[in-house]
T-cell receptor, first 117, second 109 residues
């Protein structure tokens, strides 16, 4: 199957700093990438849908100025958590869908565990 | 936001027993997918159902899509310890993709 690489896997940062997480589709072109956030023992909460070359669509309650998403190419989307605070500590997972498909499986990255001290 | 509910939230079974998780959507879905997430891992695609009333099998796993395309179920026959994990249903709404609340399965050897 298709491979989505996400890094870093783990990141620890100080409160107030910004953290960038990268999500790459290694062997296919992803016109759409989804960013999810997952708290322990909870489901994946969709944060935003990222379309290549256009602005991301954020879910209600997700601050777009705090969670900056850039999808500059068909193989790379980035999520930047700006001015991180301890409550931003979570597991962030990206997933990608191949070009032109509204159905079909999502390919997930390995996830990034963020801890804000 | 989340409009896909799953029950039960947690299930503990003895190895060899069967397991079922149910997924209910407040809206009709064009398709539904099932994913498995092992502890500490990321979700892995299991299957997609598209047709009303569709039933698909993968070895010991049986997936069903309701006639109204608003609910689905996953049934595992004779669970094994390798079945441990959280099972999520997921469905599209527009260009977004939402996950159900998940069912965490523990298999006791």
């Amino acid at each position: 199957g298709a491979v989505v690489s996400q890094h870093p896997s783990w990141v620890i940062c100080k409160s107030g700093t910004s953290v960038k997480i990268e999500c790459r589709s290694l062997d296919f072109q992803a016109t759409t990438m989804f960013w999810y956030r997952q708290f322990p023992k909870q489901s994946l909460m969709l944060m935003a849908t990222s379309n290549e070359g256009s602005k991301a669509t954020y879910e209600q309650g997700v601050e777009k100025d705090k969670f900056l998403i850039n999808h500059a190419s068909l193989t790379l989307s980035t999520l930047t958590v700006t001015s991180a605070h301890p409550e931003d500590s979570s597991f962030y997972i990206c997933s990608a869908r191949t070009r032109g498909m509204n159905t079909g499986e999502l390919f997930f990255g390995e996830g990034s565990r963020l801890t804000v001290l | 936001g989340q409009q896909v509910m799953q029950i039960p939230q947690y299930q503990h079974v003895q190895e060899g027993e069967d397991f079922t998780t149910y997924c209910n959507s407040s809206t009709t879905l064009s398709n539904i997918q099932w994913y498995k997430q092992r502890p500490g891992g990321h979700p892995v695609f299991l299957i997609q159902l598209v047709k009303s009333g569709e039933v698909k099998k993968q070895k010991r796993l049986t997936f069903q899509f309701g006639e109204a395309k608003k609910n689905s179920s996953l049934h595992i026959t004779a669970t094994q310890t390798t079945d441990v994990g959280t099972y999520f249903c997921a469905g599209p709404r527009g260009n977004q993709f939402y996950f159900g609340t998940g069912t965490s399965l523990t298999v006791i050897p």
